[in-house]
Nanobody, 124 residues
């Protein structure tokens, strides 16, 4: 599975941004996609990526408490694309955002893939 992210950039506090992740390859009937992020200081501290939001192949979504009410994750199966709409952005939202794909092979096991990341900067 290949993942290509886009949509990152510079946005002012309070602004909005939409990230896209196009996925391709051998996709199983059950999968889960998500967005993770890592702020620069976290990378320096070797802290792992923070989960932002997920969406399953069945359309079930979830999001982290830190972004709840401000982000919407969605998928377009016809375009093999996942989106993350972020509103009312805060400086602490600045990070490299990564697309994640879990291709389930059975109930519990999956192959995991990551995109290359897209930079989001929140600054006035």
């Amino acid at each position: 599975v290949q993942l290509v992210e886009s949509g990152g950039g510079v946005v002012e506090p309070g602004g909005s941004l939409r990230l896209s992740c196009v996925f391709s390859g051998s996709i199983n009937s059950r999968y889960e996609m998500g967005w993770y992020r890592q702020a620069p200081e976290k990378a320096r501290e070797l802290v792992g990526r923070e989960l932002v939001a997920t969406i399953t192949s069945g359309g079930i979504t979830s999001s982290a408490d830190s972004v709840k009410g401000r982000v919407t994750i969605s998928g377009d199966n016809a375009r093999n694309t996942m989106y993350l709409q972020m509103n009312s952005m805060k400086p602490e939202d600045a990070a490299v955002y990564y697309c994640n794909f879990r291709n389930f092979v059975n109930t519990w096991q999956y192959a995991e893939y990551w995109g290359q990341g897209t930079q989001v900067t929140v600054s006035s």
